[in-house]
């Protein structure tokens, strides 16, 4: 019957006969069509499968939309325009196509979705992206009279955590460690644990704000001397540096030290590294410094100070006074360690036997060097070695400088054949 | 500006020499010149040529040791300045040290023997006069080559500044090399770490003015001192306009406690341009530093009325007021500071 159908179409050119072919995007509603991917079994829903990974919400896609408008944009008179218009009937009109439909009902679907990632200045953003640890809750709320000018609080760690309860189940609470500080040596960090996200950090903050230690810091930049401290298994070990270093730091330290107000300073974390921990480490260490002159005191010594921006100009920062004198070189045992440096750490001493591997990353080969790091390395070699004399020669050759290099014709070529038939000059780009 | 490198070659026989030698020499050139000044002058004295009546060279009163007492306690000695903080790009560690009170004392005579060397004076000298000695004339070398040759003895053991350097030219003649070879040569074979073959865009006068609006004298003559000798007429050229300067801003105590403060005196003595430098220390109740200026004076100038005064039994303030009436250029602004600096006595008499 259809092959009769088909061969009587074929006689008359206007007749359209086209035939229907079932699927399921015409025998079955929207919402049953969703209903296959938004679904979740009831022990899936106890699970949190329906909340977060198996999000896919029931959207409407009907919405900006209308009935007569689709890819090509056809006129109906009754439908998406008026029947009559004046005295005249209005005609079935093909218009051009929209370009813009497409990008306008993204849009529209778009703005359904709940959850969406919002672009966030790099200024405001923390650590990562995925998680909100490293970033700034603000000021905290003031305490009863006391208000907290210029002070930042900043998200160290934030977890998620369950706990399976008696009868209940399992409940899900978030753990926030929050570390509030001035920039002028007050700091203080504080822990809560809440079910909402959002009143953790705040009850965080507030627990920090209320626990402020003052941290002394030599010269407005950087630490008094070198200390290490344990904490369980975190280590830390920290040293001091002149004005310019820069933190030079875990990212935990460094967000403790601007919120302390140091500048300069070197730290490195051995053994396990707990966002805890570490702040307890280092903050512990930080209040355990000692002044110059109990430095000078616990060694009955003058202690003075060599800095490389004075040309090593030998300054006396304590001498003790403890009502006797400093001792005299017999009176020093030659055993006796006065290797400032390793007092500070307590007789620890760095291993330094690693230090060559350590510089080249590891994926470096030396049998490869045609290709990978040696040739990387023998790239930049002219870089580092001549930096200021490329700087020099540079400043030098100011108006010159891409007459030499780019060996551009003097003449303007306004011939169009010549134009053609130029070939692409060869570019040298100089070694900068 | 282009130039043309040039074929450097040596014909001498060179040995390996120890690697110590040049590399203590380098640190040294960064306290002091590299070599040591009173040699200096001795050697250019002896090859300078002319020496006409009028040309007295500045460099042989310089050296005279009354002149360097002189111009030292007038330099002052604050130990604080000398090792001042300069821009730190030295990020090394700081270092921490226990010493004992002779150790302690052992260390300040050493810094104040290291200050003392920071306080070394570049000299103040006349142009150095190109003198190119032609030693022989050979046409049938002519051609030989598309550039000249210098050359430069290499050996063991001779003052760099003795080195003989020679130049074949293209036509074939073979002479002493100009001083601009000279320097050329000589900064290539014994390096001055700090020291450009190209004279660096700073020391170029427009550069040079922005510098001086920014009033960072010391970088200037820091870096000049290093990078040219003291007979070169750049030097000459850079230090004079940076002297002409200060004198104009009356900025003269940045110097104090440098190197540079010393011939920046000898420089306003020589050309008889005292009188706001002596202003200055008035205001500064340095009666002492304006009568050691007026000393000097005397010694530069023996011909000038300042050459006959006294110095040893008359009172100060009757030297000054001499210098005043007889040889002050600026009379007016001399005795204004003078009789400011009488009152301030007075006053300070007065109180107790």
Redesign the interface.
């Known amino acids: 019957m259809l092959g009769a159908l088909f061969h009587y179409v074929k006689k008359c050119p206007q007749v359209m006969l086209m035939p229907v072919r079932t699927s399921i995007y015409t025998n079955v509603t929207a919402q049953d069509l969703w209903k296959t991917i938004t679904s979740v079994s009831n022990a899936g829903a106890k699970r949190g499968r329906a909340k977060r990974r198996g999000a896919t919400k029931f959207k409407d896609l009907n919405l900006g939309q209308r009935i007569g408008q689709g890819k090509s944009n056809i006129q109906w008179p009754g439908l998406n325009a008026p029947v009559i218009q004046g005295r005249e009937p209005v005609p079935i009109v093909e218009r051009p196509p929209d370009p813009m439909r497409e990008q306008r009902l993204l849009e529209v679907r778009n703005r359904l979705d709940r959850f969406r990632r919002l672009s966030i200045p790099p200024s405001e953003r923390g650590f990562t992206g995925g998680s909100p640890a490293g970033k700034s809750l603000g000021q905290p709320e003031s305490i009863n009279e006391m208000t907290f000018e210029n002070f930042d609080s900043r998200l160290i760690e934030f977890k998620t955590l369950q706990r399976t309860i008696g009868k209940i189940g399992r409940k899900k609470f978030t753990s926030a460690f929050v570390a509030v500080g001035n920039g002028q040596g007050l700091v203080g960090y504080g822990k809560a644990l809440t079910q909402d996200a959002q009143q953790s950090l705040q009850k965080a903050k507030t627990v920090a704000a209320r626990q402020l230690l003052y941290i002394p810091i030599c010269d407005g930049h950087t630490i008094f001397h070198d200390f290490y401290e344990a904490y369980y298994f975190t280590k830390v070990r920290c040293e001091k540096r002149p004005p310019g270093y820069g933190l030079r730091c875990h990212r935990i330290i460094a967000l403790l030290c601007r919120l302390i107000g140091i500048k300069d300073m070197y730290a490195k974390i051995d053994g396990a590294i707990n966002p805890q921990n570490v702040t307890k480490a280092f903050l512990r260490g930080l209040l355990k410094q000692k002044t110059y002159q109990d430095w000078a005191n616990a060694k009955q010594l003058h202690l003075v100070e060599y800095r490389p921006e004075d040309d090593y100009f030998p300054r006396l920062l304590a001498s003790p006074n403890n009502g006797q004198p400093a001792r005299t070189s017999l009176e020093i045992d030659p055993d006796e360690d006065l290797d400032f440096e390793r007092l500070c750490f307590e007789g620890r001493t760095l291993d330094k036997r690693q230090s060559a591997e350590q510089s080249e990353p590891w994926y470096a080969t030396k049998d490869k060097t045609r290709y990978g790091w040696y040739k990387y390395l023998r790239r930049r070699h002219w870089e580092t070695v001549q930096e200021n004399a490329t700087i020099e020669r540079l400043a030098r050759m100011d108006e010159n400088r891409y007459d030499s290099y780019y060996r551009y014709p003097d003449e303007y070529h306004t011939d169009v054949l010549k134009q053609l038939k130029q070939r692409v000059p060869h570019v040298w780009y100089p070694r900068v | 500006?282009h130039f043309k490198i040039e074929k450097f070659t040596f014909c001498f026989i060179t040995f390996g020499g120890p690697k110590t030698d040049k590399g203590n020499r380098m640190f040294r050139s960064v306290i002091r010149p590299s070599t040591c000044v009173r040699c200096l002058l001795n050697r250019i004295q002896y090859s300078s040529t002319s020496k006409s009546k009028s040309e007295v060279d500045p460099g042989a009163v310089f050296i005279r040791k009354d002149v360097q007492d002189l111009l030292t306690n007038i330099t002052g000695f604050d130990?604080s300045r000398i090792?001042?903080?300069?821009t730190?790009k030295?990020?090394?560690?700081?270092?921490?040290?226990?010493?004992?009170?002779?150790?302690?004392k052992e260390?300040?005579e050493k810094?104040v023997e290291r200050g003392r060397a920071k306080l070394q004076m570049p000299p103040i000298l006349t142009e150095a006069k190109e003198n190119v000695e032609i030693l022989e004339k050979d046409e049938m070398l002519g051609g030989f080559s598309t550039s000249k040759h210098l050359f430069i003895d290499i050996s063991l053991g001779v003052p760099i500044r003795d080195r003989l350097i020679v130049a074949r030219d293209v036509d074939g003649t073979l002479r002493t090399a100009t001083l601009d070879e000279k320097r050329r040569m000589r900064q290539i074979y014994f390096p001055i770490s700090g020291r450009?073959l190209?004279m660096?865009?700073m020391f170029e006068e427009e550069q040079l003015e922005k510098i001086l609006e920014r009033r960072d004298y010391q970088l200037i003559l820091d870096r000049a001192c290093i990078q040219f000798e003291p007979d070169e007429s750049e030097y000459i050229r850079v230090t004079h306009r940076t002297f002409e300067h200060i004198d104009k801003t009356n900025s003269y105590d940045v110097l104090r406690s440098t190197r540079h403060f010393g011939p920046m005196a000898f420089y306003y003595v020589w050309f008889k341009k005292v009188d706001r430098l002596m202003s200055d220390m008035l205001s500064r109740n340095l009666i002492n530093d304006a009568v050691s200026l007026l000393q000097l004076y005397a010694i530069i100038h023996p011909d000038s009325k300042v050459g006959t005064y006294e110095f040893h039994d008359t009172n100060p303030h009757r030297l000054i007021e001499a210098f005043i009436d007889d040889e002050a250029r600026i009379p007016d602004l001399l005795s204004e500071t003078f009789r400011q600096y009488i009152r301030k006595n007075q006053q300070a008499v007065s109180n107790g």
């Open positions: 500006m130990l090792f001042r903080t300069r730190n030295n990020l090394d560690r700081i270092v921490y040290k226990y010493l004992t009170d002779k150790q302690l260390e300040k810094t450009e190209v660096p865009k």
